[in-house]
């Protein structure tokens, strides 16, 4: 066989050695920092505090993503339906929730009982504790950002596949959840991983209202100790286990969804 | 089975079926042609109400479509009242329209174990004799992907057939065809003729219309111009826009 001897190409191997260089430099300059004590590192990064903290994160995402998800289809159905009542509802509400900053909103459910001292019989303050203003102030946010998503993907099916459902006695209730939906999830997924991600960094920011997460864990062991570099990077740390984790899951999915049905497109 | 009674459609200003009569009898192939934008398709998609009709009335099996009439007034049928009436009427569309996510089996037990509520055994097993009907026995687990055109279109076919429907209409079931695959496919239809089953066939296989059509009625500009035995009206029609459509349709080669 005939030796293939491949084009230089010098200027790929220049911008390698410089990425390696400046990543090595990078790296040394964390390890080697001398106001860097790696051993408060250590101490922190599995203390229970900082684990309670890590739990309380992963309960808050997944409670908000599953709010997200189920509010989300609802404000994406009612995008698309023939009320123009419900149309202009699902959108303002994605408009005012889209249209102002997480933080604020956080702030707004922490501080609800300045607004309202009793929700029905209650007194506010003993309803709404910081969890429960994180999980619904983060599932009402990620709702409107599902609902688009939701959508686009609603939008991407095939209008035929709706006539084909109702053809055989369908109803829109049942043809939405057996056969639209399901071929939606394929468009809906990736972005709806990248949108997990995005919830899972959001959570940091109920430490406003000591809403008991992660950040809230690692700040208050740092107002202690004074350590706070220590303990971003604790922190830092569970945060890119999470998100790394929840990459391979949405990996995984796409790949699984993409071959039960390589189909939509392979029909004609 | 059906009858339409001056049945007007528009879609905002323009109207698109502008008084369509029509009656079709128990156990007839009605092959319906025309020129693309006549209103065929739109036509099919009242008679299951997949669209609402804006004037006339449309009735089949003596039952009117989408409303329920009361000395004067028509009222709109109840969500499940109209699914009902759908599901006695099969449809078998120009692109299938299969459900890529499932099986052909599944695309075909579907309707009947979710909508009509049939024990899944009994579901399977007629699904499994349809396929077998359509010549398909070996691909039950195989999905749309993974057929052809002509093999997929055969399985919609089989899956209007399992809600078991006293009238099917097929609207240019061949057209988005290779033209090695239109035989399978008419080959199907004509079995179903031949069993007895009603039918509407929107098609320009004048071959199939004149050998299984019961009659042909031509379609234009939103009305039906005059509709007739396949012999008759092939040869000698009464108007000339039939005679124009009819040679240009002629001059093409086959299809
Ligand atoms: N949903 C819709 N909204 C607006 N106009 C429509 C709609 N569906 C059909 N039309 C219009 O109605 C007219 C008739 O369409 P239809 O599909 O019934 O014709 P056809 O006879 O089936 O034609 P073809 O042979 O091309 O399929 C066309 O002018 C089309 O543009
Ligand atoms: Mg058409």
Known sequence: ?268 | MVRAQGVRKRFRRTEVLKGIDLDVAAGEVLCLIGPSGSGKSTFLRCVNHLEQIDGGRLYVGGELVGYREQGDVLYEMHERDVCRQRAAIGMVFQRFNLFPHMTALANIVEAPIRVRREPKREALDRAAALLARVGLAHKANAYPSELSGGQQQRVAIARALAMQPKLMLFDEPTSALDPELVGEVLAVMRTLADDGMTMIVVTHEMAFAREAGHRIAFMDDGVIVESGPPRELLSEPAHERTRAFLSRLLAQPAR
């Open chain 1, 1 to 268: 066989m005939t030796r293939v001897v491949p084009l230089p190409r010098p200027g790929l191997w220049l911008g390698s050695a410089v990425v390696v260089v400046f990543a090595a430099l990078v790296a040394l300059s964390v390890f080697r920092n001398p106001n860097i004590r790696h051993g408060v590192i250590a101490q922190y990064q599995f203390a229970p505090a900082i684990l309670r903290g890590l739990e309380l994160t992963v309960v808050l995402a997944v409670l908000a993503a599953a709010i997200g998800l189920v509010l989300g289809v609802v404000l994406a159905v009612m995008r698309i339906s023939p009320s123009a009542i419900l149309r202009v509802a699902s959108a303002g509400y994605t408009w005012l929730v889209r249209g102002t900053p997480l933080l604020v909103q956080i702030l707004i459910w922490g501080n609800l009982a300045l607004l309202f001292e009793y929700l029905g019989p209650f007194r506010t303050n003993d309803v709404m504790t910081p969890f429960v203003a994180s999980v619904i102030a983060l599932g009402l946010n990620e709702a409107a950002y599902m609902a688009e998503i939701v959508r686009a993907g609603i939008l991407a099916v095939d209008r035929g596949q709706v006539d084909a459902s109702l053809a055989l006695g369908m109803t829109r209730g049942l043809a939405m959840r057996r056969i639209i939906l399901p071929q939606a999830l394929r468009v809906i997924v990736p972005p709806a991983g990248n949108q997990f991600i995005s919830l899972l960094k959001a959570t940091s920011l109920v430490s406003v209202i000591a809403g008991g997460d992660l950040l809230t864990a690692a700040e208050n062991i740092a107002s202690a100790n004074l350590h706070t570099i220590e303990l971003m990077l604790v922190a830092t740390f569970w945060y890119l286990v999470l998100t790394t984790i929840t990459s391979i899951a949405q990996h995984v999915a796409e790949r699984r969804l993409g071959r039960a049905h390589a189909s939509a497109h392979g029909g004609r």
